[in-house]
């Protein structure tokens, strides 16, 4: 909701006023009782089946048992190429005392009825899957006889006793007529489908998938494949929404991004009650738009509302209602928030109508090693990484908002504070919820500085089957998880203020340093700014100095390039300086958006953002590698792949020296 160009000023304090309401119209819940109420309305049975020819059956859920119609196999069935035999005829056969038995006119293939009747002293020449003839009751391999044929009738020497049933398997011995072939809500694969088609099934009657609307709204929101336009996001809602829906069984209906606009969320919101089961919107939800959704949702039907406002964080706005038996959602705008809200309420809810089981949680015990406040009187949930240590798991947060895309897919899991909780101690003990798939541990952990160039390095790792897991937490951070025996491996580019020389005091007994790459440090800048255009970095920055008018961009302490900042600074503290983001791109980004007119950021990224460059230094990116972990094979392979010409042809390709 962004105000007229040229507001009046009455006009732009009503706009101040929506957009600071906040959250004056939420009624928070706890987590629980949102979920009673929401689950005391709804109708969470399977929904009614449908009948899907096998091949289109595939990971559909079974609505009704399915009862074997016929034997598999149909028949007693021969197991080897060999002969029908008595087993009696066969008593005592052995190398050296050998039993005939005449033939008869008869060779059994697969698919052949048998038509002689096997007699005693005789046997019928039969294949693997062929029907066992009358009066047989055991198969001898071919392996074990030797065919006679002297001019007499053909006959066998059977030179190993067998006994009845052998080589044989019966009739229904798979499956048995009238047996409970598949169990309802069992989730049909390749296996469900063959045994199917074993009984000459060609159809099977499968739980209607729930349809789901998903919809978003947000005048801010474009579809990806549109130009990024200033203000503007992709709807990444929209996108993850339908996947998880997919995911939990449903069938995902597309109503794209709706403006914030009452009449047009409106008719969208009637548009996909009417045609789908469930609807799921995001946006519209927090402080900037009011209670927009919530506004629309209110007059749609009853029940109506049931919950909006639940005591977690994050999904505060959340809102839940019923309209006319079909569950409405509005998850918070935020990515974060929206797919975790999703997973809470939305997902058990589709998995239940479409038939699946409840899906069981896996919990892990983790050490959290840092301190982390919370709000009291909200349940928080805390996204984090898993790393493996001599001591046990240790859960890192993963330390993004609500507002990031990733927070929850880079995360392997979650954990709660209590509502009633101020903090989390550090080196509490905590149970976390694993998220997804819990693939298998990393081979390697890096904890620290991140660079683009590493991913090339975790590229190469990844070709050679080695599982690296990269959490970034700063230069400052991987020094102190190295000398906690945290990772393996800390990338970090610190410069000692004394000597001027990078990384090398950071060494300890137990730490080791292997030498990375160079990246340059420089000044960035619009192209065409003419008061640095040309120049050095030196005289860059003293018009710079000279100039209130002029903003610069700093960095977040603890990072190298504050230190570098600070040291061409010399105490100096211009306007801009307050503003720390934590990257070289958030830099990059303020200065090609005009939000600040410089900044110290390294070559590539003054690159990929098309801005001017006057180098400064050069910085030292190295790898602090933990001693007591340096034969593991994990971490040879990292030291493999940086002396490797390709990965480091690769990294210069980036602009880095090495
Ligand atoms: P809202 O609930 O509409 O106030 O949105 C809160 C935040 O989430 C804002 O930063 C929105 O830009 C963002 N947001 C809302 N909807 C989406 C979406 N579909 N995809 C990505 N971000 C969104
Ligand atoms: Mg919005």
Known sequence: MSPDPKPTRTALVDAIRRAARQEQFLKVVSAAEARRRFEARLDRTPLDGESLPLAAALSRVIAADVIAPIDTPPFDRANVDGFAVRAADTLGAGPNTPKRLTLNREVIACGIAPAVEVASGTATTIATGGVIPRGADAVVMIEHTELIDDGAAPAIDVHRAVTSGQFISYAGSDIARGETLLRRGTQIGSREIGMLAACGLTSIEVVRRPRVAVLSTGDELLQPGQPLRPGGVYDSNGAIIAAAVVEAGGEAVSFGAVADDEAALEAAMHGALESCDIVVMSGGTSKGAGDLSHRVVSRLGRPGILVHGVALKPGKPLCLAVIKEKPLIVLPGFPTSAIFTFHTFVAPLIRARAGLPVEAAHTVTARVPVRIPSELGREEFVLVSLVGADGGLIAFPTGKGSGAVTA???????????????????????????????????????????????????????????????????????????SRGECDIAPVHLVDAATGVYNKHLLTPDLALIPGWRRMQGFVFRPGDARFEGRTAEAALQAALADPAILMVNRNAGSGTRALIDSLLRGAKPAGYANQPRSHNAVAAAVAQDRADWGVAIVPVARLYGLGFLPIAPEHYDFLVVEARRERPAVQDFIDALKDEATRGRIRALGMEL
């Open 408 to 482: 929850f897919s880079q995360a392997d899991g979650f954990f709660a504070i209590d509502a009633l909780a101020s903090a989390l101690d550090a080196d509490s003990q905590v149970e976390v919820t694993l998220i997804g798939k819990s693939e298998r541990a990393p081979d390697l952990v890096i904890m620290g500085s991140h660079d683009i160039a590493l991913d090339v390095v975790v590229g190469a790792l990844a070709e050679r089957g080695v599982r690296a897991r990269t959490v970034a937490v700063g230069s400052l951070g991987g020094v102190s998880a190295a």
